[in-house]
């Protein structure tokens, strides 16, 4: 029998660690030792070889071991998260998710700030939360917790925002 046009393509099992790292090696000499996804250079100690998480298992190159283990939760977040219902595949996603990133935030701020701010006053010293206090117009804490439900208050009272408080906390940690 004869296939006009017919491309054979020989695929190689790998069965034990030994025909793993042997093609890792040689992968990551092809990929002149940098990562395959971040074109970064890698210690041969960090190189694994990255795999298609589908029917066939075929490698798709060697990567750090760091972004070998973010794509897999990428790719597992995928599947339990938004192949469900997106109608595109991953790397689709990640374009338009590329391009959404980029784009120049709007002039809305969350209000995770407040927590964020709240963490800045803490990592202050006592001294430190009782000049913040003072500058922001509120009195001293005689404790720690006292300092935070005042400072939880100055936030509260909608009148300084973010930036100022942020400035105000900055200043007072650089003395």
Partial sequence: MFFRGLVVILIEDLYTTKDVQRVREFLLKQQDNLDACTLLEMPQKQACCDHVHDDEQLVRGVLHRQVNSYIGKLENNYVRMLGWWYPNDLPTFL?????????????????????????????????????????????????????????????????????????????????
């Fill in 95 to 175: 374009e338009q998710a590329a391009d959404y990133l980029r784009r120049k935030p709007l002039p809305y701020r969350h209000p995770n700030w407040i927590a964020k701010i709240k963490t800045m006053f803490n990592s202050l010293n006592a001294k430190q939360q009782d000049q913040v206090l003072i500058t922001l117009g509120s009195q001293v804490g005689k404790n720690s917790k006292e300092r935070k439900e005042l400072f939880a208050k100055v936030v509260l009272t909608r009148t300084l925002g973010y930036s100022i408080i942020k400035v105000v906390i900055n200043q007072v940690k650089e003395g």
